[in-house]
T-cell receptor
Framework: EAQVTQNPRYLITVTGKKLTVTCSQN?????MSWYRQDPGLGLRQIYY???????DKGDVPEGYKVSRKEKRNFPLILESPSPNQTSLYFC????????????FGQGTRLTVV | GNSVTQMEGPVTLSEEAFLTINCTYT??????LFWYVQYPGEGLQLLLK?????DKGSNKGFEATYRKETTSFHLEKGSVQVSDSAVYFC????????????FGGGTRLMVKP
């Protein structure tokens, strides 16, 4: 089954404690990205990757890092989380061609206290 | 830059009512347009798409037509069901933006029996 898998689904952490949210896809997609979803703001892109070892900033990259060492994995790293990073996070993947469908993970609800 | 504006919710309808969710966009050139649906506790799923002017996307009784002259992509359904209750997101991809989806703020639809 084609899918994007994120872990964990829920996470509560404290300010400043480094965390990683994992994302894996089994569709051999080149393009992967991270979004955060906040009420009234829709989804905003944090980082994206066009292929292995190629990453770039989206609209709201501050406070986040990513890596793309393998095609299937695209972890999101928060080196020093802050309360304003409390949000619902989604990983997505797609083929590189424009206009193709993006597949989304089930989301990670992060709370930073 | 690119942007998507959709009507704010929540939209509350009775079963079998007609649904319209408005979506307009601002983009340079000719983006591809999408509607995604998010059911409670789940990630986003592609509902329908249109890749060029006058194209009509359709799926599960939902339709939307790519109107270049009014830069719109309104979502419609002739008879909604309780199971259609979800959050609906209008989105665009402008190919020169690296496959980045630009989302509207989302519209929550609640259908009552």
């Amino acid at each position: 089954e084609a899918q994007v898998t994120q872990n964990p689904r829920y996470l509560i952490t404290v300010t400043g404690k480094k965390l990683t949210v994992t994302c894996s896809q089994n569709m051999n997609h080149e393009y992967m990205s991270w979004y955060r979803q906040d009420p009234g703001l829709g989804l905003r892109q944090i980082y994206y990757s066009m292929n292995v070892e190629v990453t770039d900033k989206g609209d709201v990259p501050e406070g986040y890092k990513v890596s793309r060492k393998e095609k299937r994995n695209f972890p999101l790293i928060l080196e020093s989380p802050s309360p304003n990073q409390t949000s619902l996070y989604f990983c997505a993947s797609s083929l590189t061609q424009g206009g193709t469908e993006a597949f989304f993970g089930q989301g990670t609800r992060l709370t930073v206290v | 830059g690119n942007s998507v504006t959709q009507m704010e919710g929540p939209v509350t309808l009775s079963e079998e009512a007609f649904l319209t969710i408005n979506c307009t966009y601002t983009a340079t050139g000719y983006p591809s347009l999408f509607w995604y649906v998010q059911y409670p506790g789940e990630g986003l799923q592609l509902l329908l798409k249109a890749t060029k002017a006058d194209d009509k996307g359709s799926n599960k009784g939902f339709e939307a037509t790519y109107r270049k002259e009014t830069t719109s992509f309104h979502l419609e359904k002739g008879s909604v069901q309780v199971s259609d209750s979800a959050v609906y997101f209008c989105a665009l991809i402008y190919n020169n933006a690296g496959n980045m989806l630009t989302f509207g703020g989302g519209t929550r639809l609640m259908v009552k029996p």
